[in-house]
């Protein structure tokens, strides 16, 4: 088991530059979640997917914020443009649906600094 | 939707002192409760959890009841070591689809 897999670990990047993060879930876990977090506004949850659909994406700030997941085993986070507020530590995890909870398996993140 | 609150940080304690971290919900239902870990530079990783009233979560000397009539779930532990240091989140799933509401995180930092 490899664990979540986010890319990249740190990106830097200047204002109005698209921005994209990846994650491949863990294998056989069919929910995938994205979340922000900042030292203000601590763990917010983006948006998550169910078998590759998009289920609630009411956490996305703006619609300079997109989340894709066309197979099992991969997704992005994409930001354009990019903004300074945008600066935060980026979460992929995914869980395996089943009638119980099924713990979350985070990434290590992606820190993301827009200057 | 669910709410959660949990103390304010951070926590300095020396080793070996005992630890409480409070958490209180709200929820609609009864929701299930967990605690989760953030160690430096990684993601988050489940601690212990509970499903229903009077459930008592468990694991690594950490433990937890789920207390409906006070909507809590405080975190103790009777003797903290250095490598407890870490981020504990306390946090809150009901309703289907596995959306869990996450606390805003308590930072504990255990000295020699």
């Known amino acids: 088991d490899a664990g979540v897999i986010q890319s990249p670990r740190h990106e830097v990047t200047e204002m109005g530059q698209e921005v994209t993060l990846r994650c491949k879930p863990i294998s056989g876990h069919d929910y995938l979640f994205w979340y922000r977090q900042t030292m203000m506004r601590g763990l917010e949850l983006l948006i998550y997917?169910?078998?590759?659909?998009?289920?609630?994406d009411s956490g996305m700030p703006e619609d300079r914020f997109s989340a894709k997941m066309p197979n099992a085993s991969f997704s992005t986070l994409k930001i354009q443009p990019s903004e300074p507020r945008d600066s935060a530590v980026y979460f992929c995890a995914s869980s395996r649906g089943t009638g119980d909870y099924s713990p979350l398996h985070f990434g290590n993140g992606t820190r993301l600094t827009v200057t | 939707g669910n709410s959660v609150t949990q103390m304010e940080g951070p926590v300095t304690l020396s080793e070996e002192a005992f630890l409480t971290i409070n958490c209180t919900y709200t929820a609609t239902g009864y929701p299930s409760l967990f605690w989760y870990v953030q160690y430096p530079g990684e993601g988050l990783q489940l601690l212990l959890k509970a499903t229903k009233a009077d459930d008592k979560g468990s694991n690594k000397g950490f433990e937890a009841t789920y207390r409906k009539e006070t909507t809590s779930f405080h975190l103790e532990k009777g003797s903290v070591q250095v490598s407890d240091s870490a981020v504990y989140f306390c946090a809150a799933l009901s309703g289907g689809y596995q959306k869990v509401t996450f606390g805003i995180g308590t930072k504990l930092q255990v000295i020699p």
């Open positions: 997917f169910n078998n590759n659909v998009p289920i609630d």
